[in-house]
């Protein structure tokens, strides 16, 4: 089974022409791959929280040091990296508004950028500033070389 979660970022629900647009894409993908299990993420029927300063402050702590309260700042950010990691392939429908994407696809990109920083290998680590070596943070570098695999893993090239 091939397992896709499809992330919506209009809020016009069913008259949304970029929902409508994925609904022909998901109708193309089944074709390849008949056992295509579909989980959808609505961000205009429901849009995720800009993060918080909780939230911000939590995910730069080393997850050892976490408490109760910490956890409790992450709980919907990893909901949403949950759905990420169960996913093969993500398909994203949305509008653009001024010159960007919507702010609640916006919030949940702040919100699943973790999913990202923990795939990353860790080669190595920038010589300096908030992600030096000597910093509890110091994998999150992105001056450190990236496997090519994150890219495809958010993409779906072949289909
Ligand atoms: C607040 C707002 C801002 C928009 N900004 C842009 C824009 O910068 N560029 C553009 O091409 N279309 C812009 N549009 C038009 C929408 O992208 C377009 O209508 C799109 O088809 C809406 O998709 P949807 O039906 O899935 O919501 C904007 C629409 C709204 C409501």
């Not at 961000?43 to 800009?50: D, F, I, Q, T």
């Not at 702590?61 to 759905?83: K, N, Q, V, W």
């Not at 949940?108 to 300096?128: H, K, M, N, Y």
């Amino acid at each position: 089974m091939t397992k896709l979660l499809h992330i919506s970022a209009s809020a016009r629900g069913e008259s949304s022409l970029s929902r409508q647009a994925a609904r022909r894409r998901l109708a193309q993908i089944r074709q390849r791959h008949p056992a295509l299990a579909v989980s959808e993420r609505d961000l205009g029927s429901e849009p995720p929280p800009h993060p918080p300063a909780a939230l911000v402050e939590a995910s730069l702590m080393p997850a050892a040091d976490r408490g109760a309260a910490e956890l409790a700042a992450l709980a919907h950010s990893e909901t949403l990296i949950a759905e990420l990691e169960a996913a093969e392939f993500v398909l994203i429908s949305t509008p653009m508004h001024n010159f960007s994407v919507p702010s609640a696809l916006k919030a949940w990109i702040d919100q699943t950028g973790r999913f990202v920083a923990r795939r990353l290998e860790r080669p190595g680590c920038s010589p300096t500033g908030r992600y030096g070596c000597s910093s509890p943070v110091a994998g999150r570098s992105m001056k450190a070389p990236r496997p090519s695999a994150i890219s495809s893993r958010l993409t779906c090239s072949t289909c």
